[in-house]
Each structure stands twice: as structure tokens, then as C-alpha cells.
């Protein structure tokens, strides 16, 4: 008897699409198939099925044949028509097998129910952040639609933190937002959103997108992965992170843009340079004032320091620095960095609060 199988099936549905790579990625194997005749989707499985359609009498008889000859024993499909169809073969015939997924359409819903649950908890959050200007907040509409993107993109910022950020953003002042390391541009994505939201000014990204750069030192061996037992390929992880960024910020192109360089090297570009070109988001024209830097690149204390001298000159008064992984489990570059940064600037600093593991600092309008 061959080895169990998963059908998936109809094979061309995105959600389907991404289930094969997950699948893929545990070594299963799998079978695609689709009520479509010469169906494109075909081409992406090594194995493939045309079953008629739900409609036609031959269905039932052929999606057996296929559950029996290719030993199937779990089935996953997010088409709500064609699953209630299978659930009732599967039924009527006894079947050995099993959905590899829920109902779709209790699934959607579900999903949108929970996407504005957390939309109003975000709301909630940025409510009681934002004391004197809770009317400037974006409504639970703008919110739902700013986490169902954001949640597509893989990272580590927390949707409280960008509550925490949301809060600030209708009392910015004018001027360049940056973001030092982006990885695959979850938080970049959000601060592109407010910043055209609100007026404020456009990004700049900074992320060389480079092993030997992003390595940290200062961490457990854990986290430094000397073996390369987290990424095997650890030169192509960050080359498709690199394109996954370019590919979630494409919607903001003529507001924001990147350098591919060390931060210490992007800070005497940004000096000199008004204008900041790339073939994926043309020509970006910038302030050369900042007013609102996020630090989230290589958290070494050294690599954070050289990051707090070359770009924090550069802050407009008013303006808000955000130090990513204040409180760290892997070190405590930020927090070190952080810390004198506070010391050395009391007073010119009108307020500052640790949330959610970051460190967020507000400058004084006028500096003393």
C-alpha cells in the first residue's frame, strides 16, 4: 500500500497555493486536483486529478475512485460549495478521511468576527494613549483593514505596539519618518500607513538585508546560530526577505524608499541626499529632518549606539524616537543604548514610557 495522501482540492485557490508550500515543507505528499478542465494550477503539482464537476453525475463515483486509488486520507479544500459536496460523499460512502480544514464559510466568518475583536482592543489601547486627541484616531473600519494586511506579513511587531504607535501619530510633527531594520517590513508597512494617514512626511528604510551585518555578538549562541540550524540557507533567507519587503511596501510607492546599507553608511547618504532613488520605488523626496525613528536593526549594544549617533541629529523637535526590545530576553544592547540616551538628554525630553517591550521617547518642541 502507498503511504497516505493529502488531496487538495480545488488545487488553484490561493489559500490552497499556500496550505501545498506548507505541506511541501513537511515532506507530505499531495495531490492536487480541480472540477476545471486543463486547469493552470495543474503545472504546480507533481501529482494532479480532474474530478467532473459537483454537478455532474460522474462526481461522486470519480472522487471516490480518487480517495481509493491514491490512498487519501485527509482533504483539504476552501471552496464552501465543493466542501459541503465532498462532506456528503464522504458520508454517504463511509470514507476513511478527514478535512485538513474547517468549513470555509464558518472559518470567514469567524475570522472577520475575531479581525474587528482585535480591532477594537486596538482601539481601546490607542484610546487610552492618545488622552488629548482620541478624535484624530483612525475608526475600527480603518484599524480591521490595517491588521488583515499587517497579520500577512511575517515579524515580531505586536499589534499593541502598534496600538502604542497609532496613539502618537496625529500629534507628529512634520518630517521624515525612518526606520532602521525592517526584516520583511511588517512595521514598515504601518508606518507608511499612518504617514500618509496623516500627512506626516514619507519613510526611509534602513536594512542592509545581510547575514554577516544583522549577526549579533553580544547574544546567546542560540540566537547567533553559528551552525545555521534555524536557516540553512541563511544568504537566501535574507535575499527573500529583502523581496518580501519590496513586494508588502509597493502599495506606498511615492512615499516611502530604502537604503540597502549599514546604517552608519545610510545616515551620510540621507545628508547629503534630499533625493533617495531605487529601481522598485523610484525617486523619494525627503525633508532631511526626522520625526519619528524607529530603532530595530542588529540590538548589540555597539550596533545601537552607532545607530543613536548617526541618525538621532537628525530629530526634529517634537519628534519621537522609538527604541525596538527595551526589555529583551537576548541582551541588552537597547536597553544600554536607551538608558544613556535618557541620561545624557533629560532635558530635552518631554515624555518617555516603556510599552510593550519598546522604549518610546518624545522630544521637547523647542530644545534647551
Not at 506548507?22 to 486529478?49: F, H, M, V
Request: net charge negative; aromatic share 12%; hydrophobic share 35%.
Amino acid at each position: 500500500m502507498t503511504s497516505s495522501t493529502e488531496l487538495i482540492f480545488p488545487g488553484g485557490l490561493p489559500d490552497s497555493k499556500a496550505y501545498k508550500l506548507e505541506a511541501e515543507a513537511l515532506n507530505k505528499r499531495i495531490i492536487g486536483a480541480s472540477c476545471t478542465p486543463n486547469d493552470p494550477a495543474k503545472k504546480l503539482y507533481d501529482e494532479w486529478q480532474h474530478i467532473p464537476s459537483i454537478h455532474s453525475n460522474n462526481f461522486e463515483d470519480a472522487f471516490v475512485k480518487t480517495i481509493l486509488e491514491h490512498n487519501v486520507s485527509q482533504i483539504y479544500c476552501p471552496h464552501l460549495l465543493l466542501y459541503k459536496a465532498i462532506e456528503k460523499v464522504i458520508l454517504s460512502n463511509n470514507l476513511s478521511v478527514c478535512f485538513r480544514n474547517p468549513p470555509p464559510g464558518e472559518l470567514e466568518t469567524t475570522k472577520i468576527n475575531s479581525l474587528y475583536k482585535s480591532a477594537t482592543e486596538f482601539h481601546e489601547i490607542a484610546s487610552n494613549m492618545a488622552t488629548n486627541h482620541k478624535d484624530q484616531l483612525p475608526n475600527k473600519e480603518e484599524i480591521a483593514g490595517l491588521l488583515f494586511y499587517t497579520r500577512a506579513i511575517p515579524g515580531m511587531t505586536s499589534e499593541e505596539k502598534l496600538a502604542a504607535f497609532t496613539s502618537i501619530f496625529p500629534q507628529l510633527p512634520k518630517g521624515d519618518i525612518v526606520e532602521i531594520g525592517a526584516f520583511r517590513g511588517k512595521s514598515s508597512y504601518f508606518l507608511s500607513w499612518a504617514a500618509k494617514r496623516y500627512n506626516i512626511g514619507k519613510v526611509l528604510v534602513v536594512d542592509p538585508w545581510n547575514s554577516a551585518i544583522a549577526q549579533q555578538n553580544d547574544s546567546p549562541d542560540q540566537l547567533k546560530d553559528p551552525k545555521q540550524e534555524m536557516v540553512k540557507d541563511v544568504e537566501s533567507f535574507w535575499e527573500a526577505a529583502y523581496h518580501g519587503f519590496l513586494a508588502v511596501l509597493s502599495p506606498f510607492i511615492g512615499h516611502i524608499n530604502y537604503l540597502r546599507k549599514p546604517s552608519q553608511d545610510a545616515a551620510i547618504i540621507y545628508l547629503s541626499n534630499k533625493e533617495i532613488q531605487s529601481s522598485a520605488f523610484g525617486t523619494t523626496e525627503y525633508c532631511g529632518k526626522i520625526s519619528l525613528i524607529h530603532i530595530d536593526g542588529n540590538h548589540d549594544y555597539d550596533m545601537v549606539k552607532k545607530d543613536c549617533d548617526s541618525w538621532l541629529k537628525f530629530m526634529k523637535p517634537g519628534g519621537w524616537i522609538i527604541f525596538d526590545d527595551y526589555v529583551w530576553l537576548h541582551g541588552d544592547g537597547p536597553t544600554r543604548a536607551g538608558d544613556e540616551y535618557l541620561q545624557d538628554n533629560q532635558d530635552n525630553i518631554e515624555l518617555s514610557f516603556c510599552f510593550d517591550k519598546s522604549l518610546f521617547i518624545q522630544l521637547k518642541s523647542r530644545k534647551k
